[in-house]
T-cell receptor, first 113, second 114 residues
């Protein structure tokens, strides 16, 4: 069965630290990949997406992600986190023409000021 | 352009009561989804619809029914609420696979079943 794994369930960082959140998917064909963020008490918002082209994708608020096809990975990065980045982060995968997205369980990020 | 809206925002039910959650979108999206979010379990798909008049089961459909009579609305019904249905419910919509199925989410409904 298709699945998405987010290896880090809880991450605690200090402000200005660098961030990398892992996301791996299990599907061998064409995929669309997403990172969404959910701030406390809010709904999910799109951070960035990959459909095709340049595997390094830049999103909002200084986030970026790299699609590595050979590793089935789409890791999220930010060089310097801020307290306001405290949130839950979800990786989603849309395999081919699948009508549904497959979601990871999420990673909770806490940034200490 | 309101995007995706959900009503109500909060609701408390007693076991056995029924209710309907309403999701509306004004982006002319073909696809609509209902998810539930529980701590440590991520997003779980309840039901979805790929067009007006069509619905399909997701991974946790038991105890829920849906209807998509109009393209812009997607209703989620609980016929006989149970405490296990205490959760935050999110509706989402998308243009569909032609645009990569990027989903747009509503603000959520927090439901407590006593």
């Amino acid at each position: 069965a298709q699945s998405v794994s987010q290896h880090n369930h809880h991450v605690i960082l200090s402000e200005a630290a660098s961030l990398e959140l892992g996301c791996n998917y299990s599907y061998g064909g064409t995929v669309n990949l997403f990172w969404y963020v959910q701030y406390p008490g809010q709904h999910l918002q799109l951070l960035l997406k990959y459909f095709s082209g340049d595997p390094l994708v830049k999103g909002i608020k200084g986030f970026e992600a790299e699609f590595i096809k050979s590793k089935f990975s789409f890791n999220l990065r930010k060089p310097s986190v801020q307290w306001s980045d405290t949130a839950e982060y979800f990786c989603g995968c849309g395999p081919g023409n699948n009508r549904k997205l497959i979601w990871g369980l999420g990673t909770s990020l806490a940034v200490n000021p | 352009n309101a995007g995706v809206t959900q009503t109500p925002k909060f609701r408390v039910l007693k076991t056995g009561q029924s209710m309907t959650l309403l999701c509306a979108q004004d982006m002319n999206h073909e696809y609509m989804y209902w998810y539930r979010q529980d701590p440590g379990m991520g997003l779980r798909l309840i039901h979805y619809s790929v067009g007006e008049g069509t619905t399909a089961k997701g991974e946790v459909p038991d105890g829920y029914n849906v209807s998509r009579l109009k393209k812009q609305n997607f209703l989620l019904g609980l016929e006989s609420a149970a405490p296990s249905q205490t959760s935050v419910y999110f509706c989402a919509s998308s243009y569909g696979t032609s645009q990569g199925n990027e989903q747009f989410f509503g603000p959520g409904t927090r439901l407590t079943v006593l």
